[in-house]
C-alpha cells in the first residue's frame, strides 16, 4: 500500500504542472445498480481520476493519473470449498498514469499501471464491510482468493475517425484498436465507438475526453467489441506466486463485450452512465456478466 501511496503522490505532483481544464471524475461500477439482486464476478470497481490538458510547443494533450480497485469474485458466495468456484476471489488494486493525445481528430492514448492482487487490494475488507453496511448477506470463500503480487501493466489505443457529420446533431463513428501487456492483462482489443447526438468536434467532445468543455452535449453511443486475452491474472494467478492452496482458471481465448452508454455534459458537469454486457472471462465460468457504470466528472476550470 505504502508505494502505491508513493506513486501517486509523484503523479499528483507531475499532474499539478501546466494544467488547464482540470477535472475531478468518481466513477462507480456494480452489478447491484440493476436492481435484480445480483453480485458476481466483476462486482465491484471505484476510479478516482485527476485529469488536465497539457500545451506544449503548440500541441495540446490530455493526461490523467486514476486510483483504482476492481472486485473479482465466482457466482457463489457461500463457498467453504472450491468445488463449485468457477472464477477466482480476486481484489485488484491500481495506479495509472496515461495521455491521451489528438492528431487530426484522431486519438492516440497510452498508460502504464501499477498495483497489486492479493490481500493488499483490499477486496476482502471492502466487499465485506460494504454487504454489512447495506444489510447483505455474509460472504464467505475469501480465503481462497489470489496470492498477493506486484501488479505492472502498460497499454495503447488507436481510435482513427471512420465517420463524422459535423451539424450540431452529429453522428461519429471511431473504430479502436487497443494493445495492453504485463502480468495483469496481455491481451489485444478491437471494436468501434457509434455514438449520435448534439456533440462537438471530436477533440472537444466528452465522448472521448474528460477535460473538453465546449457547447453542451447529449447523445447515446454504443460500442461493441472483442478481446483476445493471452494472459488475465485475474483468473490464472500471478506467474510468479503460489496458488496451490486457491483456486484458478484458465481465461477465455476470446471475449465480447457490448457497452451501451448515455452522456449529458454541460458547463463544468459530465455525467454518463453505461451497461455492460460481457461473455464469460474465463472458461469454467457458469454464466456470462453484467453490470452498470455511473461516471460524474466535474471540472475545475
Request: proline share 2%; hydrophobic share 40%.
Given at each position: 500500500?505504502k ?9 499528483l505532483?507531475i ?29 465491484n ?15 495540446t ?38 495521455q ?15 498495483g ?22 455474509e ?11 506486484i ?7 488507436y ?20 494493445v495492453?501487456v ?17 456533440m ?23 460500442q461493441?467489441q ?12 500471478s506467474?510468479?506466486a ?18 451501451f ?12 452512465l ?15 456478466d ?9 471540472r475545475?476550470?
Amino acid at each position: 500500500m505504502k508505494f502505491l501511496v508513493a506513486i501517486s503522490f509523484c503523479f499528483l505532483s507531475i499532474c499539478s504542472f501546466s494544467q488547464n481544464n482540470a477535472a475531478v471524475t468518481i466513477q462507480s461500477d456494480n452489478d447491484a445498480y440493476l436492481l435484480n439482486g445480483q453480485d458476481r464476478y466483476y462486482t465491484n470497481g471505484l476510479f478516482f481520476t485527476y485529469s488536465n490538458t497539457i500545451n506544449h510547443n503548440n500541441k495540446t494533450y490530455e493526461q490523467y493519473f486514476t486510483l483504482a480497485q476492481k472486485i473479482y469474485t465466482p457466482l457463489f458466495l457461500d463457498l467453504t470449498t472450491t468445488q463449485l468456484m468457477d472464477r477466482p476471489f480476486c481484489g485488484y488494486l491500481f495506479a495509472e498514469y496515461g495521455q491521451n493525445f489528438f492528431i487530426k481528430n484522431n486519438s492516440i492514448k497510452w498508460n502504464i499501471s501499477l498495483g497489486t492482487i492479493g490481500n493488499a487490494s483490499f477486496g476482502k475488507d471492502f466487499q465485506e464491510s460494504l454487504h454489512k453496511a447495506v444489510g447483505l448477506y455474509e460472504v464467505s470463500g475469501w480465503e481462497y482468493q489470489l496470492k498477493q503480487n506486484i501488479c505492472i501493466n502498460a497499454g495503447i489505443t488507436y481510435m482513427p475517425v471512420l465517420f463524422n457529420t459535423k451539424d450540431n446533431f452529429s453522428i461519429k463513428a471511431l473504430p479502436l484498436l487497443t494493445v495492453n501487456v504485463g502480468n495483469v492483462y496481455t491481451n489485444a482489443q478491437a471494436g468501434i465507438l457509434l455514438a449520435t447526438g448534439f456533440m462537438n468536434t471530436i477533440d472537444k467532445s466528452s465522448l472521448i475526453s474528460n477535460t473538453a468543455t465546449d457547447k453542451t452535449e447529449c447523445y447515446l453511443y454504443f460500442q461493441p467489441q472483442i478481446t483476445a486475452q493471452a494472459y488475465n491474472a485475474t483468473v490464472q494467478g500471478s506467474l510468479s506466486a503460489n496458488n496451490k492452496n486457491g483456486f484458478t482458471t484458465q481465461a477465455s481465448t476470446f471475449m465480447w463485450e457490448g457497452i451501451f452508454g448515455f452522456a449529458i455534459a454541460a458547463k463544468r458537469v459530465l455525467l454518463k452512465l453505461e451497461l455492460h454486457n460481457v461473455s464469460r472471462e474465463c472458461t469454467t465460468q457458469f454464466l456470462t456478466d453484467q453490470y452498470v457504470s455511473i461516471q460524474f466528472t466535474y471540472r475545475l476550470k
